[in-house]
């Protein structure tokens, strides 16, 4: 017979029978085993080959039979897994005597129905027996926590703890530590758990924040420090030890130990590693030097704060607290930095700090008006270029016309100017003083084709085809050929 469901059909018609006569169990069995064979996913034949199999008193049959079946491809369905589950882990934890090959099952019962009683009840049963106390633990804690008992859940975790080893550990340390500082409200028993979690895993923000909360709670911040500075020094990565280093010293003067603090920020500054960091350890020694009036080491912070907020309110008060600062000193720069000193020098000091460190919109706008009163136009265009990425977005192009002007009038570059005025137009399609300059150029015999070709581009995307029609008239006066300019 071939057809699979003739098989079936007729080994069906055979079990019924052999259910109706005494004593056939095992032939019964037999049955119902082919029938499987023939056809898994016959689920009503499954329940049945399993009692059939518990009635004939083959418990550890029906158990393996039952760990098959959950183990096939395709699996059972959810529910018919789950009513599995639960009859298995009752077989092992009783009548098999194996409760410890109940524990996977716990776990996926209680993952799917944390109240699941019966699960509850092996899963505390297998807390008794060291090989799988930390999983039955772990599982437990998982189930409290989803039942909104926090007490029940650490009481498990910390269970769990006793057996962990490596990475598992610290998870749980870290979970337990977290636990009891966020739920339980218990500071001194989240204490050393945290500590220990961040040494053994430094990058964790979030487990190093709460390390500084439970020692904040309880105004332990140098043992927090003394861990924080541990973990930086085991760190290779340069940013998170910037990160961490910023941390040590916010905690530093939060315990009122100023030097400290102040030498742990000097330190974040003079390595770098992350940028966010190296600011926030400036902005904190910047406050830290102005309070011990340390006015040489407030300068070299300012000088910094200046240079990396160039765009910021911050940026330009610290250029401005600077000057200040450096005239305190008798500093020559500060009369230079505020523009009272001879030009010449004051030209000569900016150009030094640009130099020294980079492009700034803070310096920029002071070394631009002194390279143009000076005529230093290559200058003046340079600094202009790279003036336009530090700028917002909306500035940009305004910078761009300024910068084409300078390439036109007074470097005598025009096809640079051309270039300044397509990016421009890129950035503000419309542009009226970029227009206007173009159609200056237009008038312009060795320019006419460039700044027709930037206008057409122009015009085509604003759809101001009148407006392009006589660009094309301008073109067509002047004897253009056809062919060197595609309308």
């Given at each position: 017979m071939s057809d699979p469901r003739e098989q079936v059909a007729m080994l069906r018609r055979a079990a019924e029978l052999v259910d109706r006569l005494p004593g056939e169990v095992e032939r019964a069995i037999t049955v119902y085993e082919r029938i499987l064979r023939v056809d898994p996913n016959q689920r009503r034949f499954r329940r049945t080959l399993e009692a059939r199999y518990l009635l004939a008193g083959r418990t550890e049959d029906a158990a393996a039979f039952l760990e098959q079946v959950l183990g096939a491809t395709p699996p059972p369905e959810d529910d018919e897994a789950f009513a599995m589950r639960t009859r298995l882990m009752v077989l092992y934890a009783g009548e098999l005597g194996q409760v410890e090959r109940a524990l996977p099952h716990v776990e996926e019962l209680l993952r799917r129905d944390p109240a699941h009683e019966q699960a509850r009840l092996i899963a505390q049963r297998l807390l008794a027996q060291p090989e799988t106390a930390p999983r039955a633990a772990a599982v437990l804690s998982d189930v409290y926590q989803q039942l909104g008992s926090a007490a029940e859940a650490a009481a498990m975790l910390a269970v769990a703890l006793e057996?962990?080893?490596?990475?598992?550990?610290?998870?749980?340390?870290r979970r337990l530590g977290v636990l009891r500082y966020r739920q339980l409200d218990d500071a001194a028993g989240a204490l050393p758990l945290l500590e220990a979690a961040v040494l053994a895993?430094?990058?964790?923000?979030?487990?190093?924040?709460?390390?500084r909360g439970a020692a904040g709670a309880l105004d332990r911040r140098l043992d927090a420090a003394r861990?924080?500075?541990?973990?930086?020094?085991?760190?290779?990565?340069?940013?998170?030890r910037a990160r961490i280093g910023t941390e040590l010293g916010d905690l530093l003067v939060e315990a009122g130990d100023a030097k400290r603090a102040r030498a742990v920020f000097q330190e974040v500054v003079d390595r770098g590693g992350d940028d966010g960091a190296v600011l926030t350890a400036a902005r904190q020694l910047s406050a830290l030097y102005?309070?011990?009036?340390?006015?040489?080491?407030?300068?070299?912070?300012?000088?910094?704060?200046?240079?990396?907020?160039?765009?910021?309110?911050?940026?330009?008060?610290?250029?401005e607290r600077l000057a200040s600062v450096l005239g305190?000193?008798?500093?020559?720069?500060?009369?230079?930095?505020?523009?009272?000193?001879?030009?010449?020098?004051?030209?000569?000091t900016w150009r030094a700090l640009r130099e020294a460190h980079g492009p700034s919109r803070a310096v920029h706008a002071r070394l631009l008006p002194l390279l143009e009163e000076g005529g230093h136009w290559d200058e003046v265009a340079v600094v202009l270029g790279d003036e336009v990425p530090l700028a917002p977005v909306s500035e940009r192009a305004a910078i761009l016309v300024r910068l084409a002007e300078v390439r036109a009038a007074r470097l005598d570059?025009?096809?640079?100017?051309?270039?300044?005025?397509?990016?421009?137009?890129?950035?503000?399609?419309?542009?009226?003083?970029?227009?206007?300059?173009?159609?200056?150029l237009l008038e312009q015999?060795?320019?006419?084709?460039?700044?027709?070709?930037?206008?057409?581009?122009?015009?085509?995307?604003?759809?101001?085809?009148?407006?392009?029609?006589?660009?094309?008239?301008?073109?067509?006066?002047?004897?253009?050929?056809?062919?060197?300019?595609e309308a």
């Open positions: 057996h962990a080893r490596g990475r598992e550990r610290t998870a749980l340390q895993e430094p990058g964790d923000d979030e487990t190093r924040a709460d390390l861990t924080l500075a541990r973990a930086a020094g085991v760190t290779k990565d340069a940013a998170l102005e309070a011990g009036r340390e006015r040489q080491q407030l300068a070299r912070v300012l000088e910094l704060l200046a240079r990396v907020e160039p765009e910021s309110e911050e940026g330009s008060a610290a250029a305190e000193l008798g500093d020559p720069r500060a009369a230079e930095l505020r523009g009272n000193s001879d030009p010449a020098r004051a030209l000569g570059d025009a096809p640079g100017a051309l270039d300044a005025h397509r990016l421009a137009l890129s950035l503000e399609p419309g542009h009226p003083e970029s227009r206007r300059a173009l159609h200056a015999p060795a320019h006419r084709l460039g700044a027709a070709e930037v206008l057409r581009d122009d015009y085509r995307i604003a759809g101001a085809w009148a407006e392009l029609a006589s660009v094309l008239e301008v073109v067509a006066d002047a004897g253009e050929p056809a062919a060197r300019f």
